[in-house]
């Protein structure tokens, strides 16, 4: 017996659970699938299987991973969807109730379970060296069979990757390595942050240790071609905290910003130089490249971190926690200076993946051009933003539309020369597609929807893997 689950925002509308597995053939496709579009899209989300505890708050960053993948080949579509079967899944589906507190709070922890298991996959899904990983920033990848989706366990690379491992690795264009990192990564609350990278073929081949200033949620990084960047930003872990009934995870004001900037393959500790700004913050970097000796990083930035608790427990002003697209420069030496790209409410951002790393031109964003007061992530849009130019070429999916984050999918040699993949749920018919756009031509619409047999809910982070 699941207990019903409590009327908050992230449990309703677009993030109401769904909960159902399901395959289907010969998807209902308006319009034509390009015929050099063959693999799969992948997406991953949150889809909890029960409530949590009734003193305990859900955050939509808890819910259990589920897994779509929409697979696409001469002209037509399949799709299947499957939960990622961690630890903490089969024992709460065995319990037939929530074990663990939100974000494996241990306030809320049954007695029955180990701490170490709270793990959701919910975040992230990404290939690699012939495998399929679901990413979770609490622990290591857990492997799944990347047709089935059947999950085979965590992987731990030889046993480098020790505990935390971001949702967010960067592929290094230049060999295929997968450089990644692990912040909390001697327990929850620690300073220590992990940085491994795993080759080509997914084996190990350089692991190092270095420490942030404060034990942040250190989300994403940033990876050049002569760089990585570890962001210190003032979204804070305390167990202490936690155990005093306040939040785990929490927005502390009077924390600066620091950036550890490192070379690509340095030995951590006194290898990573910081710099220091006023508070700043963003989840997820479009991209990241060297300019001289000065490393500029563009993001969906803002003020202030959204969905995060200041420390007395209270929620952002969603204006003032809004993302725009906006280029982070760190100067070789020691400054910061921010400026503004291009002005759209913004959610995920994406690249032309094979220039990870380098100069480049074009992001793929989702966002919308709407008033944002009131909205729950209810980004109506997708848009190619030429960040040299700072122009926008934009398609809107209309009223009521919640719009997922755009993968590109490179079909020609030219930077941005491809085609753009979201998930797109109309709240009025409340029907889910996936829209196929050219990413040139974006404001012409999608080429295709292909609909799916039901409700797909609002999720995070998709991948393309091309068919072998
Ligand atoms: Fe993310």
Redesign the pocket.
Same mark, same amino acid.
């Given at each position: 017996m699941s207990l019903p689950f409590p009327d908050e925002p992230y449990l309703r509308g677009y993030y109401r659970p769904f909960g159902a597995e399901m395959e289907a053939e010969d998807l209902v496709v308006e319009g034509t699938i390009p015929a050099d579009l063959a693999g799969t899209f992948y997406r991953n989300g949150p889809d909890p299987q029960h409530p949590p505890h009734p003193d305990d708050r859900y955050h939509v960053f808890d819910g259990d991973g589920m897994i779509y993948a929409i697979r696409l080949g001469g002209g037509r579509a399949s799709m299947r969807n499957r939960y990622v079967r961690t630890r903490k899944f089969e024992l709460e589906r065995a319990a037939g109730k929530r074990l663990f507190g939100v974000f494996g709070n241990p306030r809320f922890n049954d007695p029955s379970v180990s701490p170490m298991e709270y793990n959701t996959a919910n975040? $992230?899904i990404w290939p690699h060296g012939g495998a399929l990983y679901a990413l979770m920033e609490g622990c290591p990848p857990t492997a799944l069979d990347p047709d089935t989706l059947e999950t085979r366990g965590y992987e731990t690379f030889g046993s480098t990757v020790t505990g935390p491992f971001t949702? #967010?690795p960067k592929t290094d264009p230049s060999d295929g390595a997968m450089h990644a990192f692990g912040y909390s990564a001697k327990g929850p609350g620690s300073t220590a942050v992990r940085y491994n990278i795993i080759d080509s073929a997914g084996q190990p081949r350089h692991l190092a240790w270095l420490d942030q200033p404060y034990a942040s949620m250190m $989300?994403?990084f940033a990876l050049t071609e002569r760089h990585v960047v570890f962001p210190c930003l003032p979204v804070v872990i305390s167990m202490d905290r936690a155990m005093q009934g306040k939040p785990l995870t929490a927005w502390e004001s009077d924390r600066a910003s620091h950036f550890g900037v490192m070379a690509k393959g340095g030995a951590g500790g006194s290898d990573v130089r910081w710099v220091e700004t006023d508070p700043t913050f963003m =989840? $997820?970097i479009a991209n990241s490249f060297d300019d001289g000796d000065d490393v500029v990083i563009d993001v969906a930035g803002s003020k202030r971190a959204p969905l995060m608790p200041a420390v007395d427990g209270s929620l952002p002003d969603p204006q003032e926690s809004r993302f725009t697209l906006k280029r982070w420069r760190i100067g070789h030496n020691g400054t910061f200076r921010e400026e503004q790209i291009d002005g759209l409410d913004l959610q995920f951002p994406r690249i032309d993946d094979r220039m990870q790393g380098k100069r480049y031109r074009y992001a793929f964003v989702n966002g919308t051009a709407r008033p944002s007061a009131g909205r729950i992530d209810g980004f109506d849009s997708i848009a190619t933003i030429d960040v040299e130019r700072g122009t926008r070429d934009e398609f809107s999916f209309g009223d009521g539309a919640f719009c997922g984050e755009p993968v590109f999918v490179a079909t020609g040699p030219e930077e941005g020369e491809g085609w753009l993949l979201n998930l797109v749920w109309d709240s009025h018919a409340n029907e889910s597609i996936l829209a196929i756009t050219d990413a040139r031509n974006v404001a012409a619409g999608p080429v295709a929807r292909v609909h799916m047999p039901a409700r797909v809910p609002g999720g =995070? #982070?998709c991948h393309w893997r091309a068919a072998a």
């Open positions: 975040t $992230h949702a #967010h $989300h994403d =989840f $997820h =995070f #982070h």
